[in-house]
Antibody, heavy 122, light 110 residues
Framework: QITLKESGPTLVKPTQTLTLTCTFS??????????VGWIRQPPGKALQWLAL???????RYNPSLRSRLTITKDTSKNQVVLTMTNMDHVDTATYYC??????????????WGQGTLVTVSS | QSALTQPASVSGSPGQSITISCTGT?????????VSWYQQHPGKAPKLMIH???NRPSGVSNRFSGSKSGNTASLTISGLQAEDEADYYC??????????FGGGTKLTVL
């Protein structure tokens, strides 16, 4: 059974850097084709894809947020970390991490964490 | 990177069929057969319903089906049930080697 769980601060101040950790189990991020991504959803709004890291450390970023995002993986801890710099009120959202099993020919996110609400406020 | 275009809302009665469209461009939906659909109930995480345009993950009802024509992908739900009432999102791979989601569609079962 695949599980993912997001952790990090629930409140950050404008201009601060957000660091979120995704801790997962049930799969390995060393398996060819596997990826873990981050997606966010502002309250009442649509999903927005942020970043993804593959098993081979191939990293992809949303072009509009590329300068503010960094995604890293720690396979020994089964964790993926997302950092977002210069946080603003518009970054208030629920942040999800999700599993992408392209090793099985699934080009979609087939397992999601419960999400963590991050509020940006002074 | 513009979001894919979905209707804001669709509705149908129990037992009916509905279709949700997802329109992109020749750089995303039209270029790749890598469109997915997600169902999201209020306060819950999204659930993968369709991947690679037409494929259903194990455990997803065969009432859900996907298709694509040109730059537009579609999700069809047949035999509507009350439990299908939710928000639905599409996503697609893009020529920038990234992904983009649609704006979401709220499905109401009358």
């Amino acid at each position: 059974q695949i599980t993912l769980k997001e952790s990090g601060p629930t409140l950050v101040k404008p201009t601060q850097t957000l660091t979120l950790t995704c801790t997962f189990s049930g799969f390995s991020l060393t398996t060819s084709g596997v990826g873990v991504g981050w997606i966010r959803q502002p309250p009442g709004k649509a999903l927005q894809w942020l970043a993804l890291v593959y098993y081979n450390d191939d990293k992809r970023y949303n072009p509009s947020l590329r300068s503010r995002l960094t995604i890293t993986k720690d396979t020994s801890k089964n964790q993926v970390v997302l950092t977002m710099t210069n946080m603003d009120h518009v970054d208030t959202a629920t942040y999800y991490c999700a599993h992408r099993p392209e090793d099985r020919g699934v080009r979609g996110f087939d397992a999601w964490g419960q999400g963590t609400l991050v509020t940006v406020s002074s | 990177q513009s979001a894919l275009t979905q209707p804001a809302s669709v509705s149908g009665s129990p037992g009916q069929s509905i279709t949700i469209s997802c329109t992109g461009t020749s750089s995303d939906v039209g270029a790749y057969n890598y469109v997915s659909w997600y169902q999201q109930h209020p306060g819950k995480a999204p659930k993968l319903m369709i991947h690679d345009v037409t494929n259903r993950p194990s455990g997803v009802s065969n009432r859900f089906s996907g298709s694509k024509s040109g730059n537009t992908a579609s999700l069809t739900i047949s035999g509507l049930q009350a439990e299908d009432e939710a928000d639905y999102y599409c996503d697609s791979y893009t020529s920038s080697t990234t992904w983009v989601f649609g704006g979401g569609t709220k499905l109401t079962v009358l």
